[in-house]
């Protein structure tokens, strides 16, 4: 089998997209201006004890302002791509009322500025940041925010879609649906497992009518796909437990989206495992084939593998007990995963992120290869990879984040890999361009290859931007470290 070193000599195949990736509330900051309304992260961030320190998105990078010198910094960086995402709640504030012309304005001068500097723009339409008039409405629990999203979708496709030629309909639903509805660390803080599953059902409606949407709003040629987060969910040992208890959790993580995404089916296993909890009657005729619907690409995030244990204790002392998971996504003492309780979870052994997240770039590649086999013909992208740890600016003013380096470099690698198999991935986007408001933290774990004082907003890229400059600019890892200099601070 291929190893990374031969990766290390090799190119990317031509064409290969180098992009960085960001949400609007994690970065954009102008919480109020320009007639953007609350959305449910700016309800929840202001709930005691949700976010850490009582941080929010008011003023983030405060991107909103700045984004012509974000985009200079792309350029400089030499970016091909930008992944950002369009908070809802600044094009049509209520949700379901009227546009907000000051809202589109901003995407469609970002838009711009991005082309002029010759970088493509790939548009995310929902990464978590509902308007909180929908929210008020019943959120995604109600059947009617999948049609909203819809017309939404179709409103930023007339303005943008003349310019912009990559789309995604959603950011991550396991997220919205399990860390939002389930465990409740993200906003709107439900911890409802029936709720859970039935948000997951109504955000695949909305991706499934969104994508009908854009196809008739697009011209012919421009690309459609979702982000998912797939995991790479591997057993504590070979025992039978650990064994079912990777069915189950792949089930929820991975399955229930593959499942009515590719085949138009809900997985039976999945339908079992949780009757417990709901009947799903929530899911009408003719939804399925909604949620089918073809797309031209298929989004990965991936940052770390998912280890995980029936009920007896195997003796590996690694998890802990009761479906909880101490991984730092908040201690709510509930779990994401439904009818789970008697599932431990783990991280992998071996080095750990200031998430607390375990390093394995092979479970990237072994997600890619099972996308592969699952959606053959569908080209894949990987929309998110990168790490948070905790930076040190030397007295010169630099940032020498080796760990997030070779994060990277080892996860680009991984891709290599999966390349040189014959597995059809597109692209590859880091997380993230900006340090931001990374969400029940804050602004305490930093995941950008450029710095952001928070106090100012100066930006500094780390050595990671300038070895990923150099990445770009050969289409391939570098053999050897790039100068530290030729990038320097932009105020
Ligand atoms: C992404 O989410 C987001 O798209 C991005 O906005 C965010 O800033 C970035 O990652 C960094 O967090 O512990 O049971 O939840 C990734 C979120 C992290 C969700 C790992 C799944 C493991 C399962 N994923 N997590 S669990």
Request: proline fraction near 6%; aromatic fraction near 10%.
């Amino acid at each position: 089998a291929p190893t990374s070193s031969t990766r290390l000599a090799d190119r990317f195949p031509p064409g290969f997209v180098w992009g960085a990736a960001t949400a609007a509330y994690q970065i954009e900051g102008a919480a109020a201006e320009d007639g953007r309304a609350p959305s449910i992260w700016d309800t929840f961030s202001r709930v005691p004890g949700r976010v850490h320190a009582g941080d929010t998105g008011d003023v983030a990078t405060d991107h909103y302002h700045r984004y012509r010198e974000d985009v200079a910094l792309m350029a400089e960086l030499g970016l091909g791509a930008y992944r950002f995402s369009i908070a809802w709640a600044r094009v049509r504030p209520t949700g379901s009322g009227p546009a907000n012309a000051a809202g589109l304005d901003f995407y469609d001068r970002l838009v711009d500025e991005l082309l002029a500097h010759g970088v493509d723009p790939y548009a995310t339409l929902y990464h978590w940041d509902l308007p909180q008039a929908l929210q008020d409405a019943g959120g995604w629990g109600a059947r009617d925010t999948s049609a909203r999203f819809a017309d939404y979708a179709r409103l930023v496709a007339a303005r943008l879609g003349d310019r912009v030629r990559d789309w995604t309909t959603l950011n991550e639903p396991w997220c919205s649906a399990f860390l939002g509805h389930g465990s409740g660390v993200h906003a709107p803080g439900a911890t409802d497992q029936e709720l859970s599953l039935r948000a997951n059902h109504h955000l695949l409606l909305a991706h499934g009518l969104g994508v009908a949407a854009l196809r008739a709003e697009l011209p012919a040629g421009h690309r459609i796909g979702i982000t998912l987060n797939p995991a790479a969910v591997r057993p504590l040992s070979d025992r039978p437990a650990d064994l079912d208890a990777v069915r189950r959790v792949d089930g929820l993580a991975n399955r229930i989206h593959l499942g009515p995404l590719l085949r138009g089916e809900y997985p039976a296993d999945v339908l079992r495992d949780t009757a417990s909890v709901t009947d799903w009657a929530f899911v009408r005729d003719g939804d399925l084939a909604e949620i089918a619907r073809p797309i031209d690409v298929l989004g990965v995030n991936y940052y770390t593998p998912l280890l995980v244990g029936g009920a007896e204790d195997d003796g590996t002392g690694t998890a802990r007990a009761a479906g909880l998971r101490d991984d730092g996504h908040g201690a709510s003492g509930y779990s994401p995963w439904p009818a789970c309780a008697d599932v431990r979870f783990a991280q992998v052994p071996g080095e750990r992120t200031a998430m607390g997240w375990g390093v394995d770039p092979s479970g990237l590649y072994d997600v890619l290869s099972r996308l592969r086999a699952e959606a053959p013909g569908l080209p894949l992208m990987v929309t998110e990879n990168g790490a948070a740890y905790e930076d040190r600016m030397d007295p010169t003013g630099a940032i020498e984040d080796v760990e997030r380096t070779a994060y990277i470099a080892a996860h680009v690698a991984a891709v290599g890999r999966a390349v040189d198999d014959g597995v059809d991935v597109r692209g590859y986007f880091v997380w993230s361009l900006l340090d931001n408001f990374e969400w029940a933290y804050g602004y305490t774990k930093r995941f950008g290859i450029v710095h952001v004082d928070f106090a100012t907003g100066r930006r500094t890229p780390k050595r990671s931007a300038r070895w990923y400059a150099a990445v770009i600019a050969g289409n391939r890892v570098p053999e050897a470290e790039p100068a530290s200099d030729g990038l320097g601070s932009i105020d």
